[in-house]
């Protein structure tokens, strides 16, 4: 087992990337708390795992709030007594929030999918640092690396997690906490809002002509999160199937 022992926190743990990563870490043996909005889903997935004789439980978070990233990894610590791994998986896309243009959608983008990185990591990163050890694994997206016409916001908030990890890297790697970012390309559930056409031409742009699972990003993370990437931080790690390569 990958994780065996390791107690890891995943953002956004409830449902789509971040339910397959939660899945595939308690199988690789590791304790997860599950910190997401959506409570019911939360229990759910928490519940699936402990019948399989896994480690799971659920504590509900708004990545926003410092408050609940407090709550979120004092109860992680109460139960299983440390934490080790942290992925920043919550996020939304910019078919999210309505008109790409206006104000209320770039606060609630950078909200979400920046600030939340920003307090995951600095209040992870703070208990980790007596146990001089530790993996932070930002989810950032190929949106990270380019523009985008149709959702400036999204790429701005996808930038920011980007570089504020290569930040995060330089800051917390002398306490021997590693800290990476993921580049997901096209695939569920970011896709979810696009109509089969819109599917079709992602595809064909894409060098292995198709989608990507979240599974696959999930094993990304997993190399990330373990100790096999010992010395990797600082850096990104692009699962997009060859579409920003062109």
Not at 38 to 45: D, T
Not at 49 to 78: K, L, P
Request: hydrophobic share 45%; proline share 4%.
């Amino acid at each position: 087992m990958r994780l065996k022992d390791k107690v890891a926190i995943v953002s956004g743990g409830a449902h789509g990337m971040g339910e397959a990563e939660v899945r595939l870490f308690a199988k690789e043996g590791a304790a997860v708390v599950i910190a997401d909005v959506l409570s019911p889903e939360g229990e759910a997935v928490a519940a699936e795992i402990n019948a399989m004789q896994g480690r799971a439980m659920f504590v509900r978070c708004d990545v926003t709030s410092e408050t609940d990233w407090q709550r979120v990894i004092s109860e992680t610590i109460t139960h299983y007594g440390k934490l080790d791994i942290l992925v920043n998986n919550a996020g939304i896309s910019g078919s999210a929030v309505g008109d790409p243009d206006a104000v209320e959608a770039w606060d609630k983008l950078m909200a979400i999918n920046a600030r939340g990185v920003f307090l995951g990591t600095k209040l992870a990163a703070a208990a980790m640092i007596p146990n001089g050890r530790g993996s932070i694994v930002n989810i950032s997206s190929i949106m990270g690396f380019v523009g985008s016409p149709d959702s400036p916001a999204y790429s701005a908030s996808k930038g920011a997690v980007r570089l504020y990890t290569k930040s995060a890297a330089a800051k917390y790697g002398p306490h021997g906490i590693r800290v990476n970012s993921v580049h997901p390309g096209y695939m569920p559930p970011m896709l979810n809002a696009t109509n089969a056409a819109g599917r079709a031409s992602k595809i064909a742009q894409t060098p292995l002509r198709r989608l990507g699972e979240p599974i696959e990003v999930a094993y990304g993370v997993l190399f990330l999160a373990s100790d096999e990437a010992s010395f990797v931080t600082g850096t990104e790690l692009v699962i997009d199937g060859g579409y920003i390569a062109q």
